[in-house]
C-alpha cells in the first residue's frame, strides 16, 4: 500500500446524485414496511423539509440525522443487506455520476492505485455499493446490532470524521500520494491531505476552497 497511490471516492452526491442513507430507506420500506414507508415519506415532505431547516439552524442537525436513521429500529439485517444490493442495482445504477464513475473503473484497472470508498451512509448500502464495483476497502457509518435486528442506533458516525478514521486505517500516512473526490466541505480535512481533490459540483464554492486548502493540492471543479 505505500507505493501505491491512494484514490478516495466520497459516494453521496459524488459517485451517485443521491443520499443512499435516505434514499435507501425509503426504498427499503416501501417494499417491506407501508407504515414506515407513510412516515418516513412524510419526514421528506415540505412540511418536514422546513423544520428540518429551521432545527438545523438551531444546530440541531445531529439530532436530524440521528432522527432519520433511527427509523431501522427492529429490521433484520439479513433483509436489509439483501435489499441493500437490490438498492443498488435497481436504483442506483439510474444516479450515477458519469465522470466519477468512470474516473472510478480506470483508477481500479490500475495496479499501482488502490481506492478507498469513504462515505458517512449507513454501512449495509456501502458495503453494497463496494461489492457491486468489486471494492475491497470502504469506511463507513456503522450501525448496532443485537439479536440479528438494528437498534436504531450508531455506533459510529463518519459525518464529519471521514479524516479521523482513515487517520486510524493508516491511510492518511505523511508523503503517501492521495487524490480525493468529494462534492462536500466536511470532507476539506481530506482535501487539506491530498495532492489532487476533484470537487463535484464546487465550483460555486471555488473561493471557499482555495481559501481552505494550500496550493500544494491541486483542485480540479467537476
Request: aromatic residues 14%; glycine residues 4%; hydrophobic residues 40%.
Amino acid at each position: 500500500m505505500q507505493n501505491k497511490e491512494v484514490h478516495i471516492f466520497d459516494i453521496c452526491g459524488t459517485l451517485y446524485h443521491s443520499n443512499t442513507t435516505y434514499d435507501f430507506l425509503l426504498f427499503y420500506f416501501k417494499r417491506n414496511n407501508g407504515s414506515k414507508y407513510r412516515k418516513y415519506q412524510f419526514c421528506f415532505s415540505l412540511v418536514s423539509k422546513v423544520i428540518w431547516k429551521l432545527l438545523t439552524f438551531l444546530g440541531y442537525k445531529k439530532w436530524i440525522r440521528n432522527f432519520l436513521v433511527s427509523f431501522i429500529k427492529n429490521e433484520p439485517e439479513s433483509m436489509v443487506t439483501t435489499e441493500a444490493n437490490e438498492f443498488v442495482k435497481l436504483v442506483l445504477i439510474h444516479k450515477e455520476v458519469a465522470f466519477v464513475k468512470n474516473i472510478l473503473l480506470k483508477t481500479k484497472n490500475n495496479p499501482n492505485m488502490e481506492i478507498w470508498f469513504v462515505s458517512a451512509s449507513i454501512e449495509p448500502v456501502v458495503k453494497a455499493i463496494a461489492k457491486h464495483f468489486d471494492i475491497t476497502n470502504y469506511v463507513s457509518t456503522i450501525l448496532a446490532v443485537n439479536n440479528h435486528r438494528f437498534t436504531g442506533k450508531m455506533i459510529e458516525d463518519l459525518e464529519g470524521k471521514k479524516h479521523v478514521k482513515l487517520t486510524q486505517e493508516g491511510i492518511l500516512k505523511p508523503n503517501a500520494k492521495r487524490v480525493v473526490y468529494t462534492d462536500s466541505k466536511e470532507d476539506v480535512a481530506l482535501v487539506q491531505q491530498s495532492e489532487k481533490a476533484y470537487l463535484v459540483g464546487q465550483r460555486k464554492n471555488e473561493t471557499y476552497w482555495k481559501d481552505k486548502v494550500s496550493s500544494k493540492t491541486e483542485i480540479i471543479f467537476v
